[in-house]
């Protein structure tokens, strides 16, 4: 600072212009120039022609690298500011300014967007695909080999962390620079973790009937993996992209599981006859069970009324015997005799008596 005021003429307080009076920050250029020429004492050695030149220049230097300090941060983006290579800051969107180099640094990244790492196989094309084998062939928990090609989507949500706390490096057919931790470190965390879970399962889980799950266990170890790891990534999704046998066996799985399948349909077909049948027969069977007391109360019924006719017939006879008596005989007889033939009986002929009903 004693160098900056004395070749500047700057003074240790600012007191406002006052009138026609000289202030101390009232200087000319040449002034600027004696004090420069005082102060730095290699300039007295320079031509007196040049050292104007020369310290323009020096200035227009000096404003031109303090001007490259000025930055923009995107509003997808985050910047993390370093002052001889230690770590300052996290600047967030927007226009900024840092130390130019070599006093600072800083580096830009895109923190929200959604990266991809392909495990087992890399993206040539559209459509095109390359199996990286050494990557995707594994063992299952009951000695099976399988392949097993996985996307994983992560994305930046400590840039701190993603910058200075894992030194990796990087993998050049992913196109990822050395010092990224989703380099060779997020394929390792990746692989062990698919691993460990694959190696636990069956082969048929994990080629058809618990893709889901295997998902989700794997998403949940690599979290675990990435933040002990301190990577400063978070994982999104772990997605199975193609699941298959060894190439030398895949005829044989193809037939194991196209019987699987066939099984499935059969099954599905007589639970679905199951589902049909079974309304049909309960309803059946209310039908019938509402039938049968239908008719056992009318035999209750029917029983209980002759069982009071005939209290009230015997109440009768011991009232009556003789009248009673005469009464049931007479009724039963007019209750038999109509269902028998009836003849006239005359000394010579025998006539049937015809039933004539009165008009």
Known sequence: ME??????GIAKSYRPPSGGGREEYDISFQEFLDNLKKNVPFMNKLPSGNRSIIIIGLIILFVIWAASGIY??????QAATRMFGKFQSIQGNGLHWWWPSPIGQRDTVVVTATRQLELGFRSEGQEMTKPVTYESMMITGDENLVDVQTVIQYK???LRKYLFFVDDPGEQDR???????????????????????????NIDDVLTTQKGEVQDEVLLLMRNLSQNYDTGLEIIAVRLQ???????????FDDVTRAREERDRIINLAQAYQESEIPKAIGEAAKITESANAFKQGRIARAEGEAQGFIKLLEAYEKSPDVTRQRLYLEMVERVF??????IINDSKILPLLDIEPN
Do not use: C, H, M, W
């Open 156 to 158: 930046i949500i400590d």
């Open 175 to 201: 196109n990822v620079d050395p010092g990224s931790p989703d380099g060779v470190t997020l394929r390792d965390i990746t692989e062990t973790a698919l691993r460990q879970v694959v190696g636990k399962r």
């Open 3 to 8: 160098f900056l005021k004395k070749t500047f």
């Open 338 to 343: 109509p269902n028998f033939n009836k003849y």
């Open 72 to 77: 923009t941060v995107g509003p997808d983006q």
């Open 242 to 252: 193609n699941v298959n046998p060894p190439v030398q066996v895949q005829d044989a």
